[in-house]
């Protein structure tokens, strides 16, 4: 082989290096652009995605935007927020202040065991009744089962006392009453239900559009503020001139007629 031959054969080999290399190069160049591109739509997407979730996180749950709506009073109310429930005839002297939670079973069996003797005596002008609904429970188990069931309550105390107090006793039946675990009472239908069973609420358009609507809802907070404000611990909680009724154990409410009984002629005579 000439030199001329040997010296073209390593020129050519030398170019075919340099065209090899400059493909190579191109092709990471745009592997390099290909992963910076996509990495940008990775944290754009993940930035989006984190925006997202904080914007979530910080939008009011329902309850919390309720505490902004504009306040509805019951009908039968008194007071500046229309918390004050006072049930019964004008004439009688003294005042059983009842502080219940929607949830709670203790305040089921109370009513399903003395309840029928409450309203006998409230009938009978031995007392008026003061009623305080409390949502505590919505915090400890948790849920919203005792503030949807309040708003409810509310909404049956503006058709009518006797139509709530005959949807609370249902709402406390044993039929109707669910475990305090399980947050039955949110589920405006499953409320709904409970109120056909009281004749002035069944059917009845103008309070199942209240409920539907939570046209009571911002009412329903403003009234458990109370049971707080009062330092209250338990439901059932009763009171006569600021003391407790309470049942033989000196301590809880009484959960007998007998019991409900001896406690509230003590009260009467005091």
Known sequence: MSKRNSQASKTAARERLRQERERQAQRAKVRRQLIVAASVVGVLAAAGGIGWAVVQAN????????KKDKLVKPAHTSGADGTTVVLGKSTAKKTLVIYE??????????????????????????????????????????GEGSRNALSALGAALDVSPEAF?????????????????????????????????????KGNAAFRKAVKDGTYDRWALEEAKIFDRDG????????????????????????????FNTALEAALKG
């Open 59 to 66: 939008k009011p749950a329902y309850w919390e935007a309720a």
């Open 101 to 142: 939670d929607p949830r709670c079973p203790a305040c089921a069996e109370f009513e399903q065991v003395v309840g029928s003797t409450v309203k006998k005596d409230l009938d009978a002008g031995k007392f008026k009744l003061r009623y305080i609904g409390a949502t505590f429970l919505d915090r400890n188990l948790p």
């Open 165 to 201: 107090l005959e949807y609370k006793s249902a709402m406390y039946s044993k039929k109707w009453h669910p475990q305090e675990t399980v947050d039955t009472l949110k589920d405006d239908d499953y409320l709904i239900r409970i109120a056909d069973t009281v004749p002035a609420l």
């Open 232 to 259: 209250i611990s338990a439901t059932p909680t009763l009171k006569m001139d600021g003391k407790t009724l309470t049942g033989p154990n000196g301590k809880a409410a009484p959960v007998t007629v007998a019991d």
